[in-house]
C-alpha cells in the first residue's frame, strides 16, 4: 500500500480530533486535494506533530480517522488487532458465545470508522465506506476469519456502503467460502432466513436485536399491526410473545413472502388465522382501517428515512408525524401502544415525530421508554451522530 500523505490540520479541525471526532471533513483541509481515495494519511497540527491517521475517502468528503498515534500502516496486523479487540468486547457481554448474529465491527465504536462486520451464524458481511476503500475491506475480512473463534467462520461477503444507496454498481465479493442464496441464521434461539448476497439489507437487522428481545411487554395477548412490516422480524416476535394476532403490512410483496417464511421456520402454520400478511401501502391501509372502525392495542412503526417507490413515496421528515397522527386513531379510545422508531441521522429525534403526530391526533400521550442501539454497537460518547436509532413506546388514549 502507498505511504502516508501528510495534511496539516486546521486550528477548527484540530480541536475537533482532539476531542475525539472519527472523522474530519475533506473541504475543512486546504492541503488535502492532492489526496486521492483510499490514500493513508496523517493528520499534523500546525507546529508538524501528528494528531491521528486515517484513510482518505473523498467519495464520502472524509478522512476517517482509525489512529491517535503513529502506525506503520493499516495492514493485516493493524486490522487483526481491530478485530481482536473488538471480538473480546462482544465475548464480555455474552454475544459470541449465546448468539450467533450480532455486530462483530461496529465503525468508530471500535476504532474502524467507516466499516463495519455483522456476523450470521457460518458468515460475516462486511461494509467498506467506498469502493476505493474495498482493499481495507478485504484485510478486514480476513481478520474477521481468522478470529471469529467458535463456531469457525466459512466465508465473509464484502459490501460497500456508498453516499447514494441507490447504486448497486458494486458486486459482493467473496473471501473464503460463499454463502447459499438463502441461509438461515439464528438469533435469541429464533431462525430467521437471510439472503447474503446481493442488497446491503440481508433481512434481519442486527441493531433491532434488543427490541424484539423485550417487545413482549408490548404485545402479549394484544392485536397488533406492524407497518413497514419488511421480512417480518417483530411480527415474528409478537407472535412468539403471545400476541392475540398479528396483521403485518409492507407495500412489496416479496418481503412479506420472506416474512411467511420466517412464521413456517417458527413453527406458525401457514393457514394459522391469527396471523394476517397485507400487501399495501401503510398510508391506505391505516385510513382503510380507520373507515371501517378497526382497533388495535398495539400498532408498530419501522419506517425507512426515505422511499421511492413510484406506488409509495415516503420521507420520514415529511410524513412520518401525519402517519403517526393516523395510527393513533387506530388505537382503543381507553389507550393503546405506539411502537415508533427513528433513523436520526437524516431527520429529528423519535420523541420529536411523536410528539407531533399526537399532537396532530388530537389525543393525550405518555411516554412509556425509550431505547436505541443494544450493546454490540458501541459509540464514542462525544460522537452523537453514531448514535443513530431511537426507538420509544407511548401509551396513547382519549383525552
Known amino acids: 500500500m502507498a505511504s502516508f500523505f501528510g495534511v496539516t490540520l ?32 496523517r493528520l499534523l497540527d500546525a507546529r508538524g506533530k501528528l494528531v491521528a491517521t486515517g484513510l482518505a475517502d473523498p467519495e464520502n468528503g472524509v478522512i476517517h480517522v482509525l489512529s491517535l498515534e503513529t502506525v506503520r500502516g493499516f495492514d493485516a496486523k493493524f486490522f487483526a488487532e481491530r478485530v481482536a479487540r473488538a471480538l473480546a468486547l462482544r465475548r464480555r457481554l455474552g454475544l459470541a458465545s449465546e448468539e450467533s448474529s450480532y455486530r462483530l465491527v461496529n465503525a468508530e ?44 467462520l466459512r466465508g465473509a461477503v464484502i459490501k460497500v456502503r456508498g453516499k447514494d444507496p441507490q447504486d448497486r454498481s458494486h458486486k459482493d465479493e467473496v473471501v473464503g467460502d460463499g454463502p447459499p442464496e438463502k441461509y438461515v441464521a439464528t438469533e435469541l434461539g429464533v431462525p430467521y432466513e437471510i439472503h447474503l448476497r446481493g442488497s446491503l439489507n440481508v433481512g434481519l437487522f442486527p441493531d433491532m436485536r434488543e427490541q424484539r428481545r423485550g417487545i413482549a411487554r408490548f404485545v402479549a395477548g394484544r392485536r397488533v399491526l406492524n407497518t413497514f412490516a419488511y421480512t417480518g422480524a417483530l411480527s415474528l416476535a409478537a407472535a412468539r410473545a403471545g400476541a392475540a394476532s398479528v396483521t403485518s403490512v409492507d407495500l412489496s410483496s416479496g ?26 401501502d401503510v398510508r391506505r391501509f391505516m385510513e382503510k382501517e380507520a373507515e371501517r372502525g378497526s382497533l388495535y392495542d398495539t400498532i408498530i412503526m419501522d419506517p425507512p428515512t426515505v422511499s421511492a417507490a413510484r406506488a409509495s413515496q415516503w420521507s420520514m421528515k415529511r410524513d412520518y408525524p401525519r402517519l403517526i397522527a393516523l ?22 429525534s423519535v420523541l420529536r415525530h411523536v410528539e407531533e403526530g399526537i399532537r396532530q391526533s388530537g389525543r393525550r400521550g405518555a411516554l412509556l421508554e425509550i431505547g436505541g442501539l443494544p450493546p454490540d454497537f458501541p459509540t464514542p460518547p462525544g460522537w452523537p451522530e453514531s448514535r443513530y436509532l431511537e426507538i420509544c413506546q407511548v401509551f396513547v388514549a382519549s383525552e
Open 109 to 152: 465504536g471500535d476504532g474502524l470508522p467507516g466499516f463495519s462486520v455483522d456476523r450470521f451464524g457460518e458468515y460475516a458481511v462486511v461494509c467498506a465506506p467506498s469502493r476505493p476503500l474495498l482493499p481495507y475491506a478485504r484485510l478486514l475480512a480476513q481478520a474477521t476469519l481468522a478470529m471469529a473463534g467458535a463456531p469457525p
Open 327 to 348: 395510527a393513533a386513531k387506530l388505537l382503543p379510545p381507553d389507550g393503546g401502544i405506539l411502537w415508533v422508531s427513528a433513523n436520526t441521522r437524516r431527520g429529528p
Open 10 to 41: 486546521t486550528d477548527g479541525a484540530d480541536t475537533r480530533l482532539r476531542a475525539g471526532a472519527p472523522v474530519v471533513g475533506l473541504d475543512a483541509l486546504p492541503g488535502a486535494s492532492g489526496c486521492e481515495p483510499g490514500r493513508q494519511v
Open 255 to 280: 418481503v412479506l413472502a420472506w416474512a411467511r417464511e420466517n412464521f413456517h421456520l417458527s413453527g406458525f402454520a401457514a393457514d394459522d388465522p391469527r396471523f394476517q400478511f397485507m400487501v399495501s
